[in-house]
């Protein structure tokens, strides 16, 4: 088992920046793949951005591309989502997700997940 938790929502107004934490534990090893998703009430779950630890490779949604850079930490278990020139439009409850594989933006391939951290950008 993999437990992520999640750190660093709030609220913000439009054009801020902040910074998601998400830090990963479990005796079962850590996972080679982390991503982030947000959902809005009555909404899919949305793709953020994601990435493979060891490598270092990312990959972004669309809606965020240019805007939020996906890191992780020198040991591996704690991705962050930087998240600048914010809009109404990002506000959600975002989630942490961690899998064994490779990285996918399909949330249905995500194993773990943690409990949610809640971004409200305001105009």
């Known amino acids: 088992q993999v437990q992520l938790v999640e750190s660093g929502g709030g609220l913000v107004q439009a054009g801020d920046s902040l910074r998601l934490s998400c830090a990963a534990s479990?005796?079962?090893?850590?996972?080679?793949?982390m991503a982030w998703f947000r959902q809005v009430s009555g909404k899919d779950r949305e793709f953020v951005a994601a990435?493979?630890?060891?490598?270092?490779?990312?990959y972004y949604g669309d809606p965020v591309k240019g805007r939020f850079i996906i890191s992780r930490n020198s040991d591996l278990n704690t991705v962050y989502l930087q998240m600048n020139s914010l809009k109404p439009e990002d506000t959600a409850v975002y989630y942490c997700?961690?899998?064994?594989?490779?990285?996918?933006?399909?949330?249905?391939?995500?194993?773990?997940w943690g409990q949610g951290t809640q971004v409200t950008v305001s105009s």
């Open positions: 997700a961690a899998r064994r594989n490779w990285i996918t933006r399909e949330s249905r391939n995500y194993d773990y």
């Open positions: 479990g005796r079962s090893g850590r996972p080679n793949s």
């Open positions: 990435i493979f630890l060891s490598g270092g490779n990312t």
